[in-house]
Antibody, heavy 120, light 107 residues
Framework: EVQLVESGGGLVQPGGSLRLSCAAS????????MSWVRQAPGKGLEWVSA????????YYADSVKGRFTIARDNSKNTLYLQMNSLRVEDTAVYYC?????????????WGQGTLVTVSS | DIQMTQSPSSVSASVGDRVTITCRAS??????LAWYQQKPGKAPKLLIY???SLQSGVPSRFSGSGSGTDFTLTISSLQPEDFGTYYC?????????FGGGTKVEIK
């Protein structure tokens, strides 16, 4: 069974940092591009970042560019999101998502999400 | 950036009704368009990919159509378990973008 499990969320002050992790199982992680998508409380879905299979290419939303870094460790089947200079508006549930085979950055599996709260 | 505009923002329908949700892209998406269903407190679930292909395990009452800039998700006969919010997403180019969502309620 394909499974994605996020961790690392929590309460952080504005300007602080957090690192999210997403542990993947049930599929060959290194064969799939991955992404992070977030959802602010009561709001819609917002794409955050994506990474290719090898990690050689990364993509970011303008709202996080220069502050967030996506990475992956294919030996550990784990996706990461390093979040620096956090702002109140970064408060959201963060989902990791697996790209569907043969579908350009459409997502067929999502984790349960981890809540990041940025507040003083 | 490609803007995705969904309509309506909410719909209330009875069991057995046909429900149609539309998604308009500000520029062509080459059919890299997906539809997701999200229930409260849960992660989104992929229903339709590549505009009209049904994801494995999704009931056949869900269908997608359209191309270029105009897309439609249809639920042919609404069931009680179909409540939730539906989102479209384009993957033609970065940044990936989602529509604002359509909340489906059962009367």
């Amino acid at each position: 069974e394909v499974q994605l499990v996020e961790s690392g969320g929590g309460l952080v002050q504005p300007g602080g940092s957090l690192r999210l992790s997403c542990a993947a199982s049930g599929f060959t992680f290194s064969n799939y591009a991955m992404s992070w998508v977030r959802q602010a409380p009561g709001k819609g879905l917002e794409w955050v970042s994506a990474i290719t299979t090898s990690g050689g290419s990364t993509y970011y939303a303008d709202s996080v560019k220069g502050r967030f870094t996506i990475a992956r460790d294919n030996s550990k089947n784990t996706l990461y999101l390093q979040m620096n200079s956090l702002r109140v508006e970064d408060t959201a549930v963060y989902y990791c998502a697996k790209v569907r085979h043969g579908s350009w950055y459409l997502f067929d599996c999502w984790g349960q999400g981890t809540l990041v709260t940025v507040s003083s | 950036d490609i803007q995705m505009t969904q309509s309506p923002s909410s719909v209330s329908a009875s069991v057995g009704d046909r429900v149609t949700i539309t998604c308009r892209a500000s520029q062509g998406t080459s059919n890299w368009l997906a539809w997701y269903q999200q229930k409260p407190g849960k992660a989104p679930k992929l229903l339709i990919y590549a505009a009209s292909s049904l994801q494995s395990g999704v009931p056949s009452r869900f269908s997608g159509s359209g191309s270029g800039t105009d897309f439609t998700l249809t639920i042919s006969s609404l069931q009680p378990e179909d409540f939730g919010t539906y989102y479209c997403q384009q993957a033609n180019s970065f940044p990936l973008t989602f529509g604002g969502g359509t909340k489906v309620e059962i009367k």
